[in-house]
Nanobody, 112 residues
C-alpha cells in the first residue's frame, strides 16, 4: 500500500491550499481516509477523516469550518481543502488510509 501526499507549500495567513493524497494498493472506496498533522515539538494531531460507506466527515475543533476533506473514489485520491489558513496551521501534513497505512508528509507553512 502506498500513499503519496502533495500540495503543500508556503502561503500567507488567510490564504488557501489544497492537499492531495493518492492511494494505491488497497480498495480505496472501502477505506476510511484521515488527515493528520504534526507541528515542530508537538504530537501528531488528527484533523479530519472521511468514512467509506456514506462519506460522513469529522473534523477537529482546530480546523472545523476552515478545512474540507473529500474523496474521489474513481481517482483513488483524497483531498484536504484548507482555507483561512493561520500561522498555527504550520505543520507537516500526513494522510492515512484504513487507520493503518501512512504516507510521507507534505510541509505546509503559513506566514503571518
Amino acid at each position: 500500500v502506498q500513499l503519496q501526499a502533495s500540495g503543500g507549500g508556503l502561503v500567507q495567513a488567510g490564504g488557501s491550499l489544497r492537499l492531495s493524497c493518492a492511494v494505491s494498493g488497497l480498495t480505496f472506496g472501502n477505506s476510511a481516509i484521515a488527515w493528520f498533522r504534526q507541528a515542530p515539538g508537538k504530537e501528531r494531531e488528527g484533523i479530519a477523516c472521511i468514512v467509506s460507506d456514506n462519506d460522513d466527515t469529522v473534523y477537529s475543533d482546530s480546523v472545523k469550518g476552515r478545512f474540507t476533506i473529500s474523496r474521489d473514489n474513481a481517482k483513488n485520491t483524497s483531498y484536504l481543502q484548507m482555507n483561512s489558513l493561520k500561522p498555527e496551521d504550520t505543520a507537516v501534513y500526513y494522510c492515512n488510509a484504513a487507520w493503518k497505512y501512512w504516507g510521507k508528509g507534505t510541509q505546509v507553512t503559513v506566514s503571518s
